[in-house]
């Protein structure tokens, strides 16, 4: 599949008046600068800066509320009905963006809760060790939301919980990524995480933008995922090293990688049952109960493995008809 992308060493507000029309763009994911000095955050990480591209360009504080309200104007002018955009942020800022957000049509879908492996030490107070993510989308149009594009229905981890439902949990546990002796942004969302986002609110062909490129993550994993990206960075430096950096990626490359569904036994799964079906499950319930021993629990799996249907489909059935 041949995928393209189109990225901007322009202003991503000026730049999204310039390149995208109205109603273009299918999703955007994007981590805006935090307001918080983001240029001396090396001072609280004990990090070293020989390996950090320079340039980094952070919004002074008492401008930030006109700034995020002004991008995301065009955010929402730019996607498509139905789409969806992502905005990671920290907790400084924070009400800005939420203001900013409730100034436009779009609607919020989840509060996501980004919980990663460690955060910037300190001796009086509770460490900071999250980011908000805010999902949200434009009314109208086709919403997409792939629910099953990791795990099938009947997935269970170790404990017996769907692994459906804890992946689409709205708190994250994804660790940040380690790239010693790696050229990289002050600041880089993790593959992992970019790859969630990218596979639940997106499909193959779609154009995902990023108005704030960074380190290109982003359009790395879209494009890893047949994707296809536009984007802005502000900063030359950043720029100039990361669009060389492109040329490397694999379209679809990461498709070899992903987490995949298993195969669902849930064929009927929503469909309509008839009488005829309903009896079926009552007739075989009741051979199963007078043929073995074993619980009624393990009994319904059984049924609801022959009939393609979910546990509490066949269990509402069986309490119908009093059993």
């Not at 694999?250 to 929503?270: A, S, V």
Request: glycine share 8%.
């Amino acid at each position: 599949m041949k995928v393209h992308y189109k990225l901007y060493n322009e202003d991503c507000i000026q730049g999204a008046r310039k390149h995208l029309k109205d109603n273009s763009i299918d999703l955007i994911i994007t981590d805006p600068p935090y307001g918080i000095k983001g240029d001396k955050l090396h001072k609280h990480y004990n990090r070293a800066e020989e390996y950090v591209l320079q340039g980094y360009i952070e919004v002074p504080q008492e401008e930030y509320a006109q700034f995020s309200y002004r991008w995301i104007k065009e955010a929402e002018r730019v996607l498509k009905p139905g789409g969806s955009i992502y905005i990671v942020s920290g907790y400084t800022n924070l009400i800005d963006i939420l203001n900013a957000l409730r100034q436009t049509r779009l609607k919020e879908i989840n509060h996501i809760i980004w919980k990663y492996n460690f955060g910037v030490y300190t001796k009086t107070k509770f460490v900071s060790s999250h980011y908000h993510i805010l999902y949200y989308r434009k009314p109208g149009g086709h919403y997409t939301f792939n629910t099953f594009c990791r795990y099938s229905a009947d997935e269970r981890d170790e404990t017996g919980i769907s692994s459906n439902y804890r992946d689409r949990e709205d708190v994250w546990i994804i660790n940040r990524e380690y790239k010693p002796g790696q050229i990289k942004n002050k600041n880089e969302l993790p593959k992992e995480l970019l790859m969630k986002m990218i596979l639940y609110s997106s499909n193959a062909g779609d154009l995902i933008c990023d108005f704030f490129l960074g380190g290109f993550s982003t359009a790395k994993v879209a494009i890893g995922l047949n994707r296809n990206v536009c984007g802005f960075e502000k900063s030359k430096d950043a720029y100039t090293y990361q669009i060389k950096e492109m040329k490397k990626i694999k379209p679809g490359g990461l498709l070899e990688i992903i987490k995949k569904p298993k195969q669902c036994f849930l064929f009927n799964q929503g469909k309509i049952w008839s009488e005829t079906q309903k009896n079926e499950v009552i007739e075989k319930y009741r051979n199963y109960r007078k043929s073995n021993n074993k619980s009624k629990k393990t009994i319904i799996k059984n049924i609801a493995r022959e009939f393609g249907r979910g546990y509490f489909s066949i269990l509402n059935v069986l309490k119908e008809r009093g059993l």
